[in-house]
């Protein structure tokens, strides 16, 4: 497998996320909503072991299944069947 190009997609995505995370973070200033709630969910990966977090149920869920499919996607790096 060509690794040149995964190290190309590697930082394609993360710019993408960069990206994302600025304008959600713009569009969220510009909004003019007294009422906002702000829900919040994510995942800490310490090698396979996931640290969970979130104060809103649907996020946690989400969070939950991200950590997984994370967890399987390490699992078959770690023993080489995803790169042969």
């Given amino acids: 497998m060509n690794f040149e190009r995964l190290i190309?997609?590697?930082?394609?995505?993360?710019?993408?996320?960069v990206i994302l995370i600025i304008s959600g973070a713009l569009l969220s200033t510009f909004r003019d909503d007294s009422e906002t709630s702000v829900e919040t969910g994510g995942i800490i990966m310490i090698g396979p072991i996931p640290i969970i977090f979130?104060?809103?149920k649907p996020l946690i869920i989400v969070s939950i299944s991200g950590a997984i499919?994370?967890?399987l996607l390490y699992l078959f790096i770690s023993r080489g069947e995803l790169l042969r």
């Avoid at 190309?8 to 996320?17: P, R």
């Fill in 8 to 17: 190309a997609l590697g930082f394609i995505v993360v710019f993408l996320g």
């Fill in 54 to 56: 979130g104060n809103s």
């Fill in 69 to 71: 499919v994370l967890m």
